[in-house]
């Protein structure tokens, strides 16, 4: 719920606009519970409520009333599958994979569209000469402020992605104290200059539905309950 206020925010802000209809499936964490008396809201459609949005929640057992969105996460996990599949990134970094997937889309054409998705949201061309093969191996020299005359200037890594808000690159770095580290300063080991191995591992990725409890009501007042998992 706070990454979509924070969307519906962000709209706003930079383009000026407004979101006015929002399409969920009808799940518990979407839709509630509903009874004889009618639908009752949970924080996610209060929340939609307060800003005035339309909801079109689909009907049960029919993702094909919602199939940009069930097709758009197939292409985004077959490609995390193959990009996982293709380096010798741990299984534990597909979140990463996931986002820098996300960023590479954005940036490139579509049929939709007549421009890419960058280009529609910035109104600027992306550049894409910053774009590096995702596992490759990196020598990166962090900042150290502390750092003595005869200690090593870089470490070894591996190349995950780019920050949202930051122009550079991160880094997972298994024997540094922060194994994940952002910055603009590396030298990266690409096209096989180190592993000349072409063979593809065989990555599986499966997704787990968790069953979220529906809220209770009492006294005509919906009291939601806190999972954590």
């Not at 599958?81 to 010798?88: E, H, K």
């Not at 590479?104 to 579509?110: D, E, I, Q, T, Y």
């Amino acid at each position: 719920m706070d990454a979509l206020e924070i969307y519906i925010n962000e709209v706003e802000r930079q383009l000026d606009r407004k979101v006015k209809v929002v399409r969920p499936d009808r799940g518990g964490k979407y839709y509630g519970r509903y009874d004889e008396i009618g639908q009752h809201p949970i924080p996610f459609s209060k929340l939609l409520q307060k800003y005035g949005i339309c909801v079109q929640y689909t009907m049960l057992g029919t993702p094909q009333q919602n199939g940009v969105s069930k097709r758009r996460n197939r292409t985004l996990m077959d490609m995390v599958r193959s990009m996982l599949s293709n380096s010798t990134l741990h299984v534990s970094l597909w979140m990463y994979t996931l986002k820098t997937t996300i960023y590479l889309l954005n940036r490139v054409p579509s049929k939709a569209v007549p421009k890419t998705h960058f280009e529609l949201w910035t109104n600027r061309t992306p550049n894409i000469r910053h774009l590096h093969v995702l596992g490759c191996q990196a020598e990166i020299r962090v900042y150290n402020p502390q750092e003595k005359k005869l200690d090593a200037r870089t470490i070894n890594g591996y190349f995950i992605g780019y920050p949202k808000k930051s122009k550079g690159y991160m880094f997972y770095c298994s024997n540094h104290s922060m194994r994940i580290v952002e910055t603009g300063n590396a030298r990266f080991i690409e096209n096989g200059e180190i592993n000349r191995s072409t063979v593809p591992r065989d990555v599986k990725i499966k997704e787990v539905k968790v069953q979220v409890p529906l809220a209770c009501t009492s006294n005509s007042k919906v009291i939601a309950s806190l999972v954590v998992i």
